[in-house]
């Protein structure tokens, strides 16, 4: 079946504008999480969603990031006021929850974000 | 504190030559999780194996194996008979008892696998 995906791929954005990245999760998963990954590290968690809430959005920099999750499937990361510290590449993961079984999360491609 | 320590940033060999990825991990919980994921060029991160804390057996598939020790918090990855397709990034992850399934990642090593 389908894998996770995100799209834009790349996104290049003027220092200041806001930007809305996407994420399509595997059908039937309920958890979805972001992370960030900066150049030369591992990605960094930034929010998870359980269904439509975000059960933990601890890892969230600031209040410019925000994400939503609608109708527990499809989510977007929404960036305000874009600096040049937040180019990075923004990966989704999504992964069933079970109550049995630990559940891998899948990753997506990821958004490069560019601010110039 | 949790934390995932991969000390190797970059690693080089030459084909079919043997290659282990450290992993050193923290955390006060004990139940958890570990995990190899591949970055490779194209981005994608790949899972590889996951591992719980309860589970001390090494475990080999193919050309992979892993040697997790509770006692020095390590969790290493030894590629045997390189191939220049391993070339990637390699990250080692912790899931510890008092998340919800995020996971922390170590900052990777960039393995080249040379001809």
């Known amino acids: 079946g389908a894998g996770v995906s995100q799209t834009p791929s790349n996104k290049v954005t003027e220092k200041g504008k806001y930007v809305e990245l996407r994420c399509d999760p595997i059908?039937?998963?309920?958890?979805l999480y972001w992370y960030r990954q900066s150049l030369g590290q591992g990605p960094e968690f930034l929010i998870y969603?359980?269904?439509?809430?975000?059960?933990?959005d601890s890892g969230l920099p600031n209040d410019r990031f925000f994400a939503v999750r609608p109708e527990g499937s499809v989510s977007t990361l929404k960036i305000q006021r874009t600096e040049r510290g937040d180019s990075a590449v923004y990966l989704c993961?999504?992964?069933?929850?079970?109550?049995?079984?630990?559940?891998?999360?899948?990753f997506g491609p990821g958004t490069r974000l560019t601010v110039l | 504190a949790q934390k995932v320590t991969q000390a190797q940033t970059e690693i080089s060999v030459v084909e079919k030559e043997d290659v282990t990825l450290d992993c050193v991990y923290e955390?006060?919980?004990?139940?958890?999780?570990l995990f190899w994921y591949k970055q490779p060029p194209s981005g994608e991160l790949v899972f590889l194996i996951r591992?719980?804390?309860?589970?001390?057996q090494n475990e080999i598939s193919g050309r992979y194996s892993w040697n997790f020790q509770k006692s020095t918090s390590s969790f290493n990855f030894t590629i045997t008979a390189s191939q220049v397709v391993d070339s990637a990034v390699y990250f080692c992850?912790?899931?510890?008892?008092?998340?919800?399934?995020?996971?922390?990642f170590g900052k990777g090593t960039k393995l080249s696998v040379k001809p």
């Open positions: 955390t006060r919980d004990t139940t958890y999780y």
């Open positions: 591992r719980n804390s309860f589970d001390e």
């Open positions: 059908s039937g998963h309920t958890a």
């Open positions: 969603f359980q269904g439509t809430g975000a059960a933990d």
């Open positions: 993961a999504s992964s069933l929850v079970g109550a049995t079984s630990y559940n891998e999360q899948f």
């Open positions: 992850a912790l899931d510890y008892g008092g998340s919800q399934g995020n996971l922390i």
